[in-house]
């Protein structure tokens, strides 16, 4: 059978039979797939350690009818063994994992973009470079642009009139004037609407000084425009939410 290798990171697993699992796997270069790695729930595995969630690995696979089969593991970084040992790091890396299994809805299609998010989220996470709630934010904002539901965050997203804009609406697209304004738009502070552009386009010098208001209003926009975009919301971010702002 067919042979290929590819960087992945692992997403999720699920039992399958009494010593098997299948790993859902977000790879470099053949997007998100679901995989058997046979073996490894018993003691002796010889890489069952390395396909726990939020794992950075290069693996080698063939490629079957219903699932392709791990052949060979080798960790690149173990970021799951770093972040489980704090509890909102953990969250956070759930959240991130889980936002990226929706955003990539057809598997074996490359998605190099999101990867690249996705890998260089988790290593800041990791690194503890940035608060995990701004992490997680820049994520989900670059992740909606890279899908191509970025939020207008100055022009308004029905007219282009310039802004700034008082009000901003999840349907209408992010920013808009009071002409275009939907009725149930939101009025967020100019401040938070700064933060969530400097997240975007990735002004950290300019988002870490952002007050703890500013940053809890903008996850709260950031969770609502997500769920109205994908239909539904992410089951790790109450969680998250709770702990950030607790």
């Not at 290069?58 to 063994?81: A, H, K, M, P, W």
């Not at 998010?117 to 709630?133: P, T």
């Not at 926009?221 to 939410?241: D, F, K, M, N, T």
Request: charged letters at 20%.
């Amino acid at each position: 059978m067919p042979l290929y290798r590819d960087h992945a990171i692992v997403l999720r697993t699920q039992k399958l039979g009494e010593a098997d699992r299948i790993i859902t796997l977000f790879t470099k270069e053949h997007g998100r797939i679901k995989a058997v790695a046979k073996g490894v729930r018993r003691t002796k595995s010889r890489f069952g350690a390395r396909l726990e969630p939020a794992s950075y690995v290069d693996l080698q696979l063939y490629t079957g009818r219903t699932f392709d089969t791990i052949t060979q593991v080798v960790s690149i970084e173990n970021y799951g063994d770093v972040l489980s040992s704090d509890y909102q790091s953990w969250t956070v890396a759930s959240a991130i994992l889980e936002a990226a299994e929706r955003f990539t809805l057809a598997e074996h299609e490359p998605a190099l973009q999101q990867f690249i998010l996705v890998s260089g989220s988790l290593k800041a996470l990791a690194e503890k470079k940035y608060d995990a709630s701004l992490i997680l934010d820049a994520y989900l904002l670059r992740s909606l642009a890279v899908a191509g539901y970025a939020p207008s965050l100055t022009l308004c997203s029905r007219c282009d009139a310039p802004g700034p804009h008082k009000f901003f609406s999840l349907q209408g697209g992010g920013s808009v004037c009071p002409t275009c304004k939907p009725s149930a738009s939101a009025a967020p502070s100019q401040a938070t609407l700064d933060l969530m552009a400097h997240l975007l386009t990735g002004d950290w010098e300019q988002a870490v000084r952002s007050e703890s208001k500013n940053r809890n209003e903008a996850s709260g926009l950031i969770a609502a425009y997500l769920q109205w975009h994908l239909e539904r919301g992410l089951r790790s971010l109450p969680l998250v939410e709770r702990i950030s702002r607790g």
